[in-house]
């Protein structure tokens, strides 16, 4: 066998795969003669990142330790050896002067370990009806539901700049864009509101899959359960879960709680990558709708002239990640048989890295938007161009001549070119010209296609007149931000 | 300019990029000299697939000619005579007599155009108020409202067919895995109803997202709203919503609804995924826990004695598409800009194909979960082996001899080597063996060794035991079917 | 045995899952008492796809029936017959006169049966040392190879439209942008070369993977390999292969050919995303920098004055399912045994999708660089605004005065902040102005700053300066349309 | 105007957006009155992951300092003074010994900063026509280079680990499975063999892509090249590459290299999970074919008999996120357009983690493969079973009795269920049994009945016979490891 040419006479002084290090794994090692291999230990490590899970680990281990105290499994002075050790473990972990052993693996056995260093034997009855499954399980539930409510509030604080900002400017005008093209005026409190609604629903979705997510899996052992009588309500209970979960393989087995996550940020990414993408084109030469302050403009090291709006360029490109990070979990998760595999613990960076970027670009947005400086001229100027008033004519043709709209199309559509060939707008087309395409116009057809009455007339609920918007921004406080 | 060598003296003979179609589009055309180019017309028509909306496309219309006869935006008469067209169209399209027409683009318009051809010129006035990109919003979201529930039921069927056989098989024991190594002994009902939480979780994140997505975008124009004096409210009823979104920006712009739904299902994929391989294996020579019926396996063309189980390795296989699916759409809505963009016109496929596919491998499942022959013998034996029942050892040194239980690891995994080292189970072993190791072991250890007597201890809530498992059965019934 | 409530007496007259389909199948069905199914068959036929692949299969049979009778393990007369049945089948599917069917499974099985209803029994002597699984995997390459083939002329097209126009437009002034803000002038030649190279190493990366995929699989057989005497050289020549693949497992279980079509056309498809937003924005009336014309342009149902990018706008969202069928592959093959699998049905799917999506996306964007109307002056004043020569005056400070680059940076940077207070351009700024900063600025300063000069001075090898984008058109002829 | 309210009076006590830093950027900040937003600086600092290319950055950096001398745009005193100053830096970033400052942003800055330093003024001569731009894109292909050279061989590495067992496995006879049933015998070395081959063009991509990236960005300055006489010729050979990039946009915009890296390693990944997969499975209990030893098995914390096969099952489960990567720079880059956008900046993560764990799963499978120890009479009986020598006797009717294949398979087919019926293997049932069949079965049948004589037989290329399989073996060492 080939394998058999390994040897533990060498000791490791590099990091080179094959050899071997010296001490079997004291949690795990009991059965095994030799220490596995460097390279095996460097693949499977893991506490260079999920040490992250400190403080959702040693809450899991005292509410653990309560219960075995309370049903008489373990002493109740163990329980409180084991509660004021973790305590302390916790107390130096958050001042920086706990050291994370790469020997030790993974988070659980560092504290665990730590523990026993500091309260003794008693620290060995902390895994009592326990395992590192139902554990991590545990865990990382905690670390999710805290990663929801985070953003929960960092989405709320966005919608809040945002509904700020509308209301101020219920009545600016900029052109409505489809195609990049202008098609009807809007007004920029419009636009911004379309943003709160979406923000909104990205929360619902968060406080949804919270609500899914806030079952314990605690108690479900390895996989099967266990014999001792432990209580799940009161664990599930100390953690703040609204219960225990009702399948023990499946507590330990299963990640979709990660993956809804995952996904609702995905989702939420997109949103910001298009406001993001906005603020890039409104802030260029080009449009000059929007100015960000130097707090959030960068500069250039050759070109000393430039103002980059490097935060919404980099709340864009983040959605590449939020995304990767989605399909890396699907990926591992796919095809997995029941219950735990080590593949499982490719779970975290994922959520971490989503975790700790969403938030950045959440409050990045959030700073982005209370900073930019609009430019209620350049919007309006905009939004004048282009014949953006056409479906005012032919809304006007409808209206007043009872023309079927595909007629009014028709004619609206040969009045652009007429005024189009003159390099003219249609409200400078003379009452002749309009007339000559459709003898029934009438003058005061004049008195809709002004930028401000189209924007005004657009009353219909949802739609984009100044007083809806005005409403609609009073709205969103009450229904977001209450 | 080297587009004016084009020509339409031509007539596209072949369908080949640069030759030209000789009509401008009827519904949009009018202020077009030229037709578009044939790549043009091949990139940019949707009706090959955006034909399956027809009847929502039909329903929403009919909703949309009500609601302006009640507001007297148009006459009764032209009304009604747009619902009988429509319904005439829909019968003709569902009896397969309907031809849709390249040239016409879209589902839209080959309605409207078949309209006008039966109901003449009242046909054009049903476009009043309302733009293509409202209508499409409004189709799409009734088309994703009727996927969910179809999946929701589906999801139901498999849970009841699982709960069937866990039912049946509350205490016929298999081998626990991690790791794909047995690790205890659990209950094959036990498994199934594993998967039947987790298809619970998928039905609650389909009816979350179903009433997150039932608000009607009908209304909102082009994307402002409008001047006409519509009432959204009536047509949000009419189509079975909620209440009618509250910005049309958004209403028009947001595909969300449709992100969610091909996340949600994605992660479904997961769990039938990891169903799916259990079968595969299962099924295998090497495992022989399950036996498919020919119903449920295929044969080999070239090795007689094949039989495939197909239908779980295709089930297993189109996760593939599932995830996929999702990727294309986050990739297409990031970074547009508000509002509608004809990039937005790729949020279809990727839906349909989600949604016919997702339906096949529930409906597979369902099928394969009722039709398997399960080898009891086999999951027993298999569950025997390999010392699954060390935990039960090591606890019972926690238990009756106080020992902290990572002492208790110790002895368990020196007694297993021992055992392993003489070829023998734990059961085997001798009390001298035993307590060589740990000298207050003491005769009674025995009675919690064998695989029946370690599944039956697993009490604790959502543990194995097979009373347990038949109580979790008759409860899923209860929170699942009814 | 739930499965055993199955029953035969019902004829499949409504398509739902359960119910069974009376005939076994013909050609793999002989063990077998019973029926697939129904919804195993639906999930299962290919046909509805893999018919795609008719004409490879056909290929590949006539080389497998040759080279039979060459080895003597079939006759010349059989061979003859097999021959000229399958080219008879190939005239008629290519004339349309080919009914596929349902339940002959897939295009083999439909191809075989046909043969044998015009041959009789010399067709059961074709699949002699052949398995569906050598046969899938060889159609498949050649479907591949062609795909790659197309797509390489597909692009040369493209690199051929682009080199033109950007001879054409050696000498335009556009400003190159960096952040969406401009930073130095450059020559819209300069800008269209770019992509041509970008196309370029797409096609040579389309060359690499052709060449790696150009093995042939025939001859593999199921997974093994075959006790007749068959002359794999034989039918790979025959096939346009450069040789046999050397490993019959390998042969039929890898589809890394399949997931680096995908992979290339992805890369691609980014580039070509990248060039349709520019396209996007070029074309928005705040940049105004290009037109389409009516061939590709599209209109609005609502806005008559709309003339949409929708082509370009495609092309961009198209990316989206180019990504994801390649997710999609990947996904699937992730983590299968060896060696078939019935999950690698799925392979065909994303390929074929990406195979005619990719080219319409190709050809789409070479007709609309050929369409394009350039408005050389709206490129000329956006290129001239926003101190974009603010590096020609720290060159030149560098240059002439030895200054260190920072401290040129520096200087420019007062000297862009002064300017930008006055509202004057850099060239506006008096030279008491300039010296008011750094006394040691001369008056020839000025010459270096107009954008027609800045552009002049970028010399360097691979700059923009219009002699070299001359040279670099001419040359991209020769490497890449030659 | 909102952004107005910031005041730079306080000091950043806590990391909370909103807050300001209190200096303007140093290398950039000339034309800025205040410093950027604490939120923005978080969301755009790099140093905490690009620091990684310090080695990358400075070797560009001496290349360009060079040049700059050899061009006479600075003085060889300078020069000098640079290299020196820079191969003190890299000295003490080797020795640990060098402080990355957050408050530098990136990894260009720091290193310049320090130059300054420790050489004074001379240091700001060094960025003359150069960019950030050209630079970071200059030391990510170097980054990008080496990562394919590592990769490359490890591989080869992989390869040698593989043919070895091979080679030692020649004639180790096993099941080949398809549909994860036993289809027909193989050998254990010709099962590997087929890895051989994937990795083989794994590595082929490898050195494709590497050729293809190998061209040097150095001298595209900014975007648009620059005016300074600078000689990219000469830092192209310095730094290794084949030649300068030939056009300056292209150079600084795109990174396709950096895709084709992680779609390369991505393909790789697949081959590597199945491998590992199969691993897996050939592990546990079911299957015993292989069993690792304690140099590359893990145990439980609760389980102490279990040996979990760790290693195999990260390998798998990192495809995920060696996907995951790839789909991030996709999205990231999709639709950006020229030139640098600081949404690039993303590009660098997700390499650096491809490239970190492709080796360890690499290595890991390296030492897998030489750990794992083989059951030969394990696989050699699950060879036997399941009529595995099916397709031999239908090949035998083919051949002796010249009957078309289809009928052959339908004769064996009946005979395996004859066997099955009566509980035996194929080479079990008697001639008369045969016989009733097919009267003209001869008894010299049953010398391809054998598995030993089935593997013998398949001889034709490429099979799987074991002189096929010692001369591949042998081959494969030529091709791939001199």
Not at 226 to 246: C, H, N, Q, V
Not at 278 to 297: C, L, N, P, T, Y
Request: proline residues 3%.
């Amino acid at each position: 066998m080939a394998g058999s040419k390994r040897t533990t006479k060498k000791t490791p002084v590099t990091k080179k795969s094959g050899t071997v290090n010296p001490p079997a794994n004291p949690m795990w090692g009991g059965q095994f003669a030799h220490a596995p291999a460097e390279i095996l230990s460097r693949i499977n490590n893991s506490i260079c990142f999920d040490q992250k899970l400190y403080r959702q680990d040693i809450q899991g281990s005292i509410a653990h330790a309560r219960m075995l105290a309370k049903q008489k499994i373990i002493t109740d002075g163990d329980a409180k050896a084991i509660v004021t050790g973790l305590k302390s473990i916790l107390a130096d972990i958050e001042a920086g002067k706990f050291t994370f052993r790469e020997a030790l693996e993974d988070i659980h056995m560092n504290i665990e370990s730590a523990l026993k260093d500091r309260i003794g034997s008693a620290a060995g009855r902390l895994h009592t009806a326990r395992s590192r499954n139902d554990q991590v399980a545990t865990d990382f539930r905690l670390y999710v539901r805290d990663a929801f409510d985070a953003l929960d509030n960092a989405l709320m604080a966005l919608q809040k700049s945002l509904i700020a900002r509308a209301d101020e400017h219920y009545n600016s005008i900029m052109p409505g864009f489809t195609h990049l093209q202008a098609a009807q005026p809007v007004t920029f409190g419009h636009h911004l509101l379309a943003y709160v609604e979406m923000f909104g629903r990205d929360r619902s979705r968060v406080q949804d899959a919270r609500k899914r997510l806030n079952e314990s899996p605690l108690g479900a052992a390895a996989l099967a359960g266990t014999s001792f009588p432990i209580d799940r309500e009161f664990t599930s209970k100390e953690l703040g879960f609204d219960r225990p979960m009702a399948n023990s393989l499946d507590a330990v087995s299963d990640r979709d709680f990660a993956l809804e996550y995952l996904s609702v940020v995905a989702i939420c990414a997109v949103h910001l990558s298009r406001l993001a993408e906005e603020m890039v084109s409104w802030s260029s030469a080009q449009f000059g709708f929007i100015r960000f302050s130097d707090a959030f403009s960068t500069g250039s090291s050759i070109m000393p002239q430039k103002r980059n709006p490097d935060a919404a360029e980099l709340v864009r490109g983040k959605s590449g990640r939020l995304f990767g990070n989605l399909v890396s979990l699907l990926t591992t998760m796919k095809a997995l048989p029941l219950a735990y595999n080590k593949d499982m613990q490719e779970d975290k960076e994922p959520v971490f890295d989503t975790a700790s970027n969403i938030m950045l670009c959440v409050q990045a947005m959030t700073g982005m938007v209370a900073d930019m400086a609009v430019s209620k001229s350049a919007m309006l100027n905009a939004a004048g161009v282009a014949y953006a008033n056409a479906t005012d004519l032919a809304d006007w043709l409808v209206r007043e001549l009872k023309m079927p709209f595909r007629d009014a199309h028709h004619i609206t559509a040969k009045l652009v070119k007429i005024a189009s060939g003159k390099s003219k707008s249609l409200e400078q087309l003379s009452l002749a010209d309009m007339q000559s395409v459709e003898s029934r116009i009438r003058k005061d057809v004049y008195s809709v296609l002004s930028v401000a009455d189209s924007v005004k007339s657009r009353k219909s609920y949802g739609g984009t007149a100044p007083d809806n918007v005005k409403k609609a921004a009073a709205n969103a406080k009450k229904r977001f931000l209450s």
